[in-house]
């Protein structure tokens, strides 16, 4: 692999998963997700999710449909409407991890029908990356 071809690995860790009664249908999840370093994510969607993200530790580089990339820190949130399209989700670190927790609003039946790996719908093109899933 070439110095400058991304490194499509994390590992994700489901926290929580509540049905939220005052909107009936929708569930919270939340998802520990670790980045060891030079690691990312391929551009990828979350379908109908409204999606909350915090860095628990590190720095990541995150670039969200044409707006330009921002560099967040520990302590640091962005959010991400349903449809948004991640383009660039990685750790900004070729020496340290970084960690987040992604925060998810969506139809309950999404998880019900295709787990927590429905959460994430990756651009054709990068599908056939060996992608880890995550840890159920």
């Given amino acids: 692999m070439a110095d400058n071809e991304p490194v499509y690995d994390k590992s994700i860790r489901p926290l929580y998963h509540y049905p939220l009664v005052n909107c009936?249908?929708?569930?919270a999840i939340g998802l520990i997700v670790d980045f060891p370093p030079n690691a990312s994510t391929p551009p990828?969607?979350?379908?109908?999710?409204?999606?909350?993200g915090y860095v628990m530790s590190?720095?990541?580089?995150?670039?969200?449909?044409?707006?330009?990339?921002?560099?967040l820190k520990?302590?640091?949130t962005w959010y991400e409407a349903p449809g948004?399209?991640?383009k660039i989700s990685a750790n900004a670190s070729?020496?340290?991890?970084?960690?987040?927790?992604?925060t998810f609003v969506v139809d309950s039946k999404v998880i019900e029908e295709g787990g927590f790996e429905a959460l994430v719908?990756?651009?054709?093109?990068?599908?056939?990356?060996?992608i880890?899933?995550?840890?159920?």
């Fill in 132 to 136: 880890p899933k995550a840890d159920t």
């Fill in 24 to 27: 009936p249908g929708k569930c």
């Fill in 44 to 52: 990828h969607r979350h379908g109908g999710a409204s999606v909350v």
């Fill in 84 to 86: 948004c399209h991640h």
């Fill in 58 to 71: 590190g720095t990541t580089l995150n670039k969200m449909n044409d707006e330009p990339m921002k560099t």
């Fill in 94 to 102: 070729s020496t340290e991890p970084m960690t987040l927790l992604a």
């Fill in 74 to 76: 520990q302590g640091d």
């Fill in 121 to 130: 719908q990756i651009d054709e093109e990068y599908r056939d990356a060996e």
